[in-house]
């Protein structure tokens, strides 16, 4: 069966300008995650969705960067006027259940990249 | 708060050869999972294995295998007789359970390269 898609896979923005990442969850997935991942480091949670609540954005790294996932399925990273420390790869994943010990499914990300 | 550390960077071997990635892991809670992924040059992070807290049991899967021993909090892999094909970023990665936060914390990564 298909996998988690996003989109772009890459995308190049000049600084101060608005970008938004695609996810689309493995269909029927209830949880989806967003991840970055830093060259050279492992991912670092951002947030995370249960259907179309929004439980957890912690891991957020300003008020420039916003998610949402209005009818549970697909969802949407955006950030805001980018900087060059936003430069980084933006996975997604989506897990079939509620309990974390499912694993999660990831996409093959957008690799952002802030000139 | 939650950690994990692969101490190993990058490991290169000769094909054939075996080779063992280390995870230590740190955090309070008693009860949560353990994860492996691996992560290709095409950039999706592939599940391997899961264990959680209670199951100390080792795991082999073809020529992969795993060792958790919760007393040095440490889950390791080792790939036995190394194919060129195995040559990928590997992950190890903790996550709280249910009544916690529900991300996993990665270390960083072990790079491992295998050479004909």
């Known amino acids: 069966g298909a996998g988690v898609s996003q989109s772009p896979r890459y995308k190049v923005a000049k600084r101060g300008q608005d970008v938004a990442l695609r996810c689309d969850p493995i269909?029927?997935?209830?949880?989806l995650f967003w991840y970055q991942q830093a060259l050279g480091q492992g991912p670092e949670f951002l947030t995370y969705f249960q259907n179309e609540a929004q439980l957890d954005k912690s891991g957020l790294p300003s008020d420039r960067f916003f998610a949402e996932r209005p009818e549970g399925s697909v969802s949407t990273l955006k950030i805001q006027r980018t900087q060059q420390e936003d430069s980084a790869v933006y996975l997604c994943?989506?897990?079939?259940?509620?309990?974390?010990?499912?694993?999660?499914?990831f996409g093959p990300g957008t690799r952002l990249t802030v000139t | 708060a939650q950690k994990v550390t692969q101490a190993q960077t990058e490991i290169s071997v000769v094909e054939k050869e075996d080779v063992t990635l280390d995870c230590v892991y740190e955090?309070?809670?008693?009860?949560?999972?353990l994860f492996w992924y691996k992560q290709p040059p095409s950039g999706e992070l592939v599940f391997l294995i899961r264990?959680?807290?209670?199951?100390?049991q080792n795991e082999i899967s073809g020529r992969y295998s795993w060792n958790f021993q919760k007393s040095t909090s440490s889950f390791n892999f080792t790939i036995t007789a190394s194919q060129v094909v195995d040559s990928a970023v590997y992950f190890c990665a903790l996550s709280e359970p249910i009544q916690g936060a529900q991300k996993l914390v990665f270390g960083q990564g072990t790079r491992l390269t295998i050479n004909p």
């Open positions: 994943a989506s897990r079939p259940g509620l309990r974390s010990s499912y694993e999660q499914y």
């Open positions: 264990r959680n807290s209670f199951d100390e």
């Open positions: 955090t309070r809670d008693t009860t949560y999972y």
């Open positions: 269909s029927g997935h209830v949880s």
